[in-house]
């Protein structure tokens, strides 16, 4: 399982992670001796991660298709799919809240248009699926 995990690129992704955040860290609290650092660094397992995110994929996918998986994730396309699922990912997310965006302000434009007034909902945010939420 661990070996999927790297070969995704996941734990490369988390390891950068965690160097970032110790960075920002060092970067707000210039005054703080370095050793605060180290300790911290011991303290916090990155292994803690890789187990987690081990159950994850073990909650999902059960033995054999996980080897499925680490076969797949083997070819050049597993490659390029995992290389290119964050970006992808993120794109769809956009796409979502654009088009969200754009039905609301379609449809509330509409109802307005014939006279129609919209009861104040959420601090006056449009109304989510409850799937959004």
Do not use: H
């Not at 707000?28 to 995110?53: G, H, M």
């Not at 390029?80 to 699922?85: C, L, P, S």
């Amino acid at each position: 399982m661990k070996d999927l995990l790297y070969l995704s690129g996941t734990l490369k992704v988390s390891k950068n992670v965690e160097s970032e955040l110790f960075s920002i860290y060092r970067n707000q609290y210039k005054t703080v001796p370095e050793e605060f650092w180290k300790f911290y660094e011991e303290k916090i397992s990155f292994d803690d991660l890789i187990d987690e995110a081990t159950s994850i994929f073990g909650s999902k996918f059960s033995d054999k298709e996980i080897d499925e998986l680490y076969s797949f994730y083997n070819t050049d396309l597993g490659k390029k799919v995992f290389q290119n699922y964050p970006l992808i990912s993120m794109d769809i997310q956009t796409a979502v809240s654009n088009w969200a965006f754009n039905f609301t302000k379609l449809v509330d434009s509409d109802l307005e248009s014939k006279g129609y007034k919209k009861k104040t909902v959420n601090n006056g945010n449009p109304p989510q699926p409850k799937q959004w939420k």
